[in-house]
């Protein structure tokens, strides 16, 4: 049956292809997005768009929702470091007036966008959700305390909730049919794959890998990457799978992990340039290696991902990084003429 639900932060990377996603699965989607960060050509076109704060999200929120899927957030662990207050605001103070508002309204079903960065330096080789909890920035402290907020309204008040802590989020999602294409583009780019996909496209010079005596078996840091509609198949499990009363929280991986050396390498196969390397200083607050168990998605939700392979993950972002270039390209000839 076709539902309706609100996305907060759904003209943002992650956001719009889970929007994308729930409108290709026939539901009905209105995105709230105050497009701090996010881009109003990146919400689908199928979405009715409300451009606002999460803040304000009482004023947007009816019974007419049966769930919030909820992405609005800063996200730049650097940044946090350099403004944290600016995080509490945002991470935190955005949620408590977005479940006040769903609590006034009745709207009783929440997934929520976490993060890998709840757990700070990892104690296992797969890191397990019931593993310590101890962020190395205030982005992934504000997001925990969120999952604390969020676990004592599911207590206190019957709220049905899913948290989904996500690893390394990349590729893109192509909508069949309308061409619509959903990808990653931050400005300035701070991620892996994007920066060595900018420097296949000549747009930079190099990539600098962040510290190379790392103990790992090349010397890079460990990553697990998961593909974004791997992902997004996760949040439509989710909303389904949410309880009353219970705060369900899994991560979500491949369970694998890849070197910066060998996304790099992937880069140089998938799309035939040389993409030269620099070697840099170690980036604060990086862990060696952080890779998911995400066992309990599978058995909680019965999540599939069903693009794990890195080259699978770096071709699609490849498409659409590709795409992003041809389209500029034509605006700017347009802009001309
Ligand atoms: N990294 C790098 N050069 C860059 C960007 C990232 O070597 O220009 C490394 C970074 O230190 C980390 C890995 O690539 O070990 C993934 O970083 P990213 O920022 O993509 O994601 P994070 O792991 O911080 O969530």
Known sequence: TPRTYLVTGGAGYVGSVVAAHLLEAGH?????DDLSTGFRTSVPAGADFVEGRVQDAA?????????????AACSQVGESVADPDKYWRNNLGGTIELLAAMRDSGVRRLVFSSTAATYGEPVSELVTETDPTAPTSPYGASKLAVDHMITGECRAHGLAAVSLRYFNVAGAHFSPGAGAAYGERHDPESHLIPIVLQVAQGQREA??????????????????????????DA????????VPGEHLICNLGNGNGFSVRQVIETVREVTGHPVPEVIAERRDGDPAVLVASAERARERLGWVPRRPELSAIVEDAWSFAQRARDQRATDRSGATR
Do not use: K, Q
């Open 59 to 71: 004023r947007w929120l009816d019974p007419a929702y049966d769930a919030v899927l909820h992405f």
């Open 235 to 242: 949040h439509l499990l989710a909303l389904e799978a949410a």
């Open 28 to 32: 009905r989607v209105t995105v709230l």
């Open 207 to 232: 990539v600098s890998v962040f510290g190379e005596d790392y103990p790992t078996a090349d010397g890079t840091c460990v990553r697990d990457y998961i593909h974004v509609a791997d992902l997004a």
